[in-house]
């Protein structure tokens, strides 16, 4: 069985498959990128298919698991390196790969994850929620203020 490697890179983890995806392979992948995730922090990974010609529907459902798997621990995917033969196959086959964002490369992946972490800073910034939560609430969620009269 072979192993795909995980590199962290920056705030990142990239996965570039270069061997044919067998369920043992693919199983392995879920767990190793599962467990880098948790390990490392990282809340974005970028998933390379560039070297595979054919994409069939056992691999497209586990690009859509791993990037399930990805959001319920905080990171957001790419797919990137997508040949337009593989496009056609996974629109012919029905697969959407919900959740999964695609790049046409590698730098762009990294360019669209920079900008989705900068727009979810810029919009924690933004909204003090918290603030706004007391203010209609009170001090104590449970028992909201009165208003006087």
Do not use: Y
Request: net charge negative; with cysteine; charged share 20%.
């Amino acid at each position: 069985m072979h192993r795909v490697p995980v590199l962290k890179i920056g705030d990142l983890l990239l996965v570039s498959i270069q061997v044919d995806m067998e369920d043992q392979t693919a199983l392995a992948l879920q767990q190793d990128l599962s467990d880098r995730i948790v390990q490392s922090g990282c809340h974005g990974v970028i998933i390379d298919i560039t070297a595979m010609d054919i994409v069939d529907s056992f691999v497209g459902r586990m690009l859509s698991t791993i990037a399930a798997i990805a959001r319920v621990l905080d990171a957001e995917t790419v797919v990137v390196g997508m040949r337009p033969a593989v496009a056609i196959t996974l629109v012919e086959l029905g697969l959407s790969l919900n959740g999964i964002r695609t790049a046409l490369n590698v730098e762009r992946g990294m360019e669209l994850l920079a900008r989705s972490r900068q727009d979810d800073a810029d919009h924690v910034r933004g909204s003090d929620s918290d603030t706004a939560w007391m203010l209609a609430l009170g001090p104590d969620p449970d028992h909201p203020t009165a208003t006087a009269s």
